[in-house]
């Protein structure tokens, strides 16, 4: 009898289920039809992590909001941040219990050092918050977005295929929303105003995918080129890479556009070997040149009147438009928003993430637009750098700018002192995608959404595995060294 019940129990089950799943959608009620997918999530967490993560880079630009889709205003991407959730819940049971879930070499890295000191902060300034059940929010979320895309990607990155599939899980996840995209905006005319809505439901709007879609450019270039790969797989890059840029071009998203070139420069700079002292040198000059005729370059985009529009040269030219283009004066009224919030609570701030729902008291009249708001509908500081000197204080901006500095310093002498191959475009595709956001930073966030944290603490993970990798090459050979000449 036992032994019937053994060989008989998984069929039992499903026909149990399928009945109990009969019953409940009869009286419309379809949550039961999730738990095959839930007890394989459950599967995966405790017996297949690395395909779990895997799974979650890919699903990432394919997940959507519940926020966006009017059920109860619940802002969680779906299928992702439970999935995170409970990685980040694994993660933390095992560093308690067992330790050594992180490489020590993770830890003491400059990178994590930045990465921690920032969580640090950001729990610390939790506690004067002016609202601190949304920085506790805030807070958890960013949590559980380095705990499993940067501690448990290290850990992932150990096997070097890994690097590869996390980049090419998340441009097949990308590719399927540019595809969908493009098809919807085609029966428009790619006209820009539907350019604003046509990638919803994975996107709120045109500026967070292309974003995103910056953040894919640089591997996809790279992939063309890269050593090992197939030429199915080359061409399979190149065929994805001018889905991309038709995807991007469409997007209308300016500070993605300029965040691509200014990947393209620093890619120019990183190959010629400029010193970073010259690099230096001429943004101090040109910066002191730039504050010396201030008034003349506010004069000059104080003439410009071309609007956002279809015309893509105009739409370019519209960046500089500061009298008219309602997108652009809406930033600089956040802005100053900002620094008015600063100036009254310079230490910690506000509270991490409360910026939209504090800063309606701090906009000027002569800085409102005809779509500011009161009410905190439409958006957050529109700055990685400024949204944390409001909400954290001065500290908060600094550790920002830390982050950006170490991950920085740590590429670029990483790529430097690397031999052409493998390792060495990795890590400048991967730098190279943190650049378009760190500029695309200046003028929009993201990293409260899973869009954008995904890639950007996965590619700060890999830099930071592959700047390991090399530190330790030179010591293992010396050790080797050593050892054969103590033998003899």
């Not at 039809?33 to 599967?43: K, R, T």
């Not at 080129?225 to 991309?244: E, Q, V």
């Amino acid at each position: 009898m036992e032994r019937l019940l053994k060989s008989y129990w998984i069929p039992a089950a499903c026909v149990v289920f399928v009945l109990l799943n009969a019953l409940f959608i009869a009286h419309d009620l379809y949550w039961l039809n999730l738990l095959p997918l839930a007890l394989l999530a459950g599967w995966a967490l405790v017996a297949a992590t690395d395909k779990l993560l895997l799974f979650i880079v890919f699903a990432t630009p394919l997940s959507v909001n519940m926020e966006q889709l009017d059920l109860g205003g619940i802002g969680v991407a779906l299928p992702t941040e439970p999935l995170m959730v409970a990685l980040m819940g694994l993660f933390l049971l095992k560093l308690v219990l067992e330790g050594g879930v992180v490489d020590p070499g993770v830890w003491r890295h400059p990178i994590t050092v930045a990465i921690l000191l920032q969580l640090g902060w950001m729990a610390v300034c939790v506690l004067p918050s002016s609202m601190p059940l949304v920085s506790f929010k805030y807070l958890t979320a960013r949590l559980w977005f380095t705990c499993t895309m940067y501690f448990m990607a290290t850990r992932l990155f150990r096997d070097p295929r890994n690097m590869h599939r996390f980049f090419w899980c998340f441009l097949a996840g990308m590719a399927l929303v540019v595809g969908y995209t493009l098809v919807l905006h085609a029966q428009y005319g790619f006209a820009e105003e539907p350019a604003h809505w046509v990638m919803s439901p994975f996107f709120k709007d045109h500026t967070s995918y292309g974003a995103i879609l910056a953040f894919c450019v640089p591997f996809a270039a790279a992939a063309i080129f890269m050593p090992g790969y197939s030429r199915t797989r080359k061409a399979m890059a190149a065929a994805i890479l001018l889905l991309l840029l038709a995807g991007l071009v469409f997007s209308y998203t300016r500070a993605a556009w300029l965040g691509v070139v200014a990947a393209i420069g620093v890619f120019a700079l990183m190959r010629l070997r400029i010193p970073a002292w010259a690099v230096g040198a001429v943004a101090l000059v040109g910066g002191t040149v730039l504050l010396a005729n201030l008034d003349q370059v506010a004069i000059a985009m104080g003439r410009n009147k071309t609007e956002s529009n279809d015309d893509l040269a105009k739409h370019v030219t519209s960046m500089g438009n500061i009298r008219s283009d309602a997108s652009n004066l809406e930033r600089i009224n956040r802005w100053n928003s900002a620094l008015r919030m600063f100036a009254q609570k310079p230490v910690t701030g506000w509270g991490p993430g409360t910026y939209m729902f504090q800063y309606a008291p701090f906009q000027a009249s002569r800085d409102r637009t005809i779509i500011s708001t009161n009410f905190g509908l439409v958006g957050n500081a529109h700055s990685e750098y400024l949204g944390p000197l409001a909400e954290q204080g001065l500290p908060g901006l600094l550790l920002v700018l830390a982050v950006v500095g170490t991950i920085t310093w740590t590429a670029v002498r990483l790529w430097s002192k690397l031999p052409n191959g493998v390792d060495r475009r990795m890590v400048g595709a991967a730098f190279l995608g943190l650049v378009t956001y760190f500029v695309h930073g200046a003028m929009n966030n993201y990293l409260d959404l899973d869009k954008a944290s995904v890639p950007f603490w996965g590619f700060a993970a890999m830099i930071t595995v592959l700047d390991l990798k090399y530190r330790e090459l030179p010591a293992q050979r010396k050790r080797q060294v050593s050892s054969a000449i103590s033998s003899r």
